[in-house]
């Protein structure tokens, strides 16, 4: 069975730095997806990015990078030049075949 | 660009009574999930539906949910007896069919049991 592990309830940062968000996983098959997922206040799910099991290289969209450590079943997200509009739950899910499963998340609030 | 659509965005019902949650997913995706976010708390998963059949289900997915694909289109949660603890935001989501594709979320429904 899948299990994702976000040990972070609460993370804060300063504007303008950069934060690490941690998810490890728990997986047998070899082939899945890992991603990482935003919800700001407003309710809605926003895909920011995804990483493939056997990817090689680190996945990157804009600001946003996965450090994906498959050896230690790691894929922490990393969020480079925080913004205030980061403010949000993010949460890291994976996928196994069709199925999705999140982590508890991590709720991170960016400071002025 | 193509979304998924949830419909209503707010109900209200009371104890006891039947609703049906509405998605309309992204149309052609293959894998439909239902999840469900209780204020503040995780997303838990419901269940994942593939090839007009259940592939997976949570043991949250008890004998008063059900769901089906009545048409080429649509895509319904039913909970037959709803329960005060059912009160939760529903999110509907839609995916291709491999690993490398993200889960395609609709903007959810606001279920309140009274």
């Known amino acids: 069975a899948q299990k994702i592990t976000q040990t972070q309830p609460g993370m804060f940062v300063q504007e303008k730095e950069a934060v690490t968000l941690d998810c490890t996983y728990d997986?047998?098959?070899?082939?899945?997806?890992l991603f990482w997922y935003k919800q700001p206040s407003s309710g809605e799910m926003i895909f920011l990015i995804y990483?493939?099991?056997?990817?090689?290289q680190n996945a990157t969209e804009g600001r946003y990078s996965l450090n994906f450590q498959k050896a230690r079943k790691s894929a922490n997200l990393v969020i480079s030049a925080s913004q205030l509009g980061d403010s949000a739950m993010y949460f890291c899910?994976?996928?196994?075949?069709?199925?999705?499963?999140f982590g508890a998340g991590t709720r991170l609030t960016v400071k002025p | 660009e193509p979304e998924v659509t949830q419909t209503p965005s707010h109900q209200v019902t009371q104890m006891g009574q039947e609703v049906i949650l509405r998605c309309v997913p992204i149309?052609?995706?293959?894998?439909f999930y239902w999840y469900r976010q209780i204020l503040g708390q995780k997303v838990e998963f419901l269940v994942s539906?593939?090839?007009?059949?259940?592939?997976?289900k949570s043991e949250i997915f008890d004998d008063q949910f059900s769901v089906e694909r009545p048409d080429g289109s649509n895509f319904t949660l039913k909970i037959r007896s709803t329960k005060l603890e059912d009160s939760a935001m529903y999110f509907c989501?839609?995916?291709?069919?491999?690993?490398?594709?993200?889960?395609?979320f609709g903007q959810g429904t606001r279920l309140t049991v009274v």
């Open positions: 997986t047998s098959d070899p082939s899945y997806g």
């Open positions: 899910a994976m996928r196994e075949g069709g199925d999705m499963r």
């Open positions: 539906f593939y090839n007009n059949e259940i592939s997976e």
């Open positions: 989501a839609s995916s291709d069919r491999t690993e490398n594709t993200e889960a395609f």
């Open positions: 149309s052609n995706h293959l894998y």
């Open positions: 990483q493939g099991s056997y990817d090689q």
